[in-house]
């Protein structure tokens, strides 16, 4: 009793302990929710980003010349993953987009077996051949040789 | 010896929890690697069906007994070891640069063909009217793996004869021009590779005479059309109305690639 009152600290010795442990146990949960959540977004954006480049394929259907410096591209997207083109390249030169489904983008989704149409002002010249050239939103580039006629 | 165990399980709980923390985080990372290989194969797997497909498509005339006129087909056959969905089909009129399409669904097997039944619906979306007599088209179809195969259709005179180049008569004329003549030529390339042309021979066969020229054409790429117009003075050439005029072209190396017989036209 005597010796309670001289070292009153020595009884909290059992307090002590259980707090710290809950607070190591607080740290870990936190600590391994951040991981896990981390390692799981990570997983999810790799998934449904850079590693589903392995699944996009763009056809260009048709390019159809056109009046006043238009180039109309019709897209096919046979691959397993939606795509999103976000810029297109003629002759190594961007060219802005404009979405005919919906002129308030600046860019054109096309859903996994479906087609899409892109127009681009480019100054072609008749008989020449242009390089075409399309960016995905992940990164993927498809892009072919059409001449002019 | 009991207190001693249960002394020893106080970090069990910890030691287990990191073994599951690591586990799932492996499964994470593991789970990945696996969607990632078996992406690649079944893109793999995918890409090897779609080098398999085989199609070939024909785009033909084909005389109707019942209406007196030619018929335009386009006939897809699938040629390959695995069978074909077609998805769309599309025209392009090559001469007044005009593309549309439909979308058409045709599951074509092994060893099989269709007819595209749409023709009609296809070539009535052109802008201008259908000609099959002087204009020259480009069908071609998109299977569902992205594939695409095409034909051309040339102008039904060229479809029929075998030169190498053919002038459409439909848009070519030897005519009396006033007190001068005039021959103009629309010549169809029906090669897979570009002519050039240098020389034209007029022969006037009632007169027995014959007069060549040296012409300027630019090449005609294949499947490409070129117009030539030749005109005469007074001193030159002077065709007479209804006498016949045998036209031969000939290319670069001397060798005639075309001939047609016209009767010389009225003067405007």
Redesign the interface.
Known sequence: MNNQRLHPLKNRRGVSHIFSNVLILLV?IIA?SI??SY??NY?GD??SGR?AV??Q?L?F??V???EYNKI?I?I?N?G?VSSKVVEVFIDNRICSIYNIDDPTETYVAIPV?E?RTIVVNFEWSSGSAHNLKLLTERGYTVERDFEA? | MTLKLHRSEKGIG?VV?SIM?LL??IL??G??FL??ST??A??NA?EKD?MDEGLSVEASYKYNDATGFYDTQLKMKNTGPIDIQI??A?ITD?DN?D?Q?INCYYAIPVDSFEDLAEMGVLIDSLEHPFDIETTSYFF?V?T???N?ASSRLMPRAAFLSNWPAVIVPEASFVRRDGSGGLIQLVIYNRLDNPIHLALIVASRLEHGSEHSELIEVDMIVAGGKQEVLLEYGDEGQIYMPGEIVFIELADTDGIVVSSYFFTCQESL
């Open positions: 870990i391994s991981t896990f390692v799981a997983v790799y998934q590693g392995l699944l394929r056809l259907e048709d159809w010349f056109k109309e019709t096919y046979y397993k077996e087609h006629p | 910890t929890a923390f799932i985080t994470f990372i789970g990945t969607w990632q992406n690649e079944h893109m995918f779609r998805i769309q599309w090559v640069n593309h399409h071609k998109i569902e793996r992205g695409v």
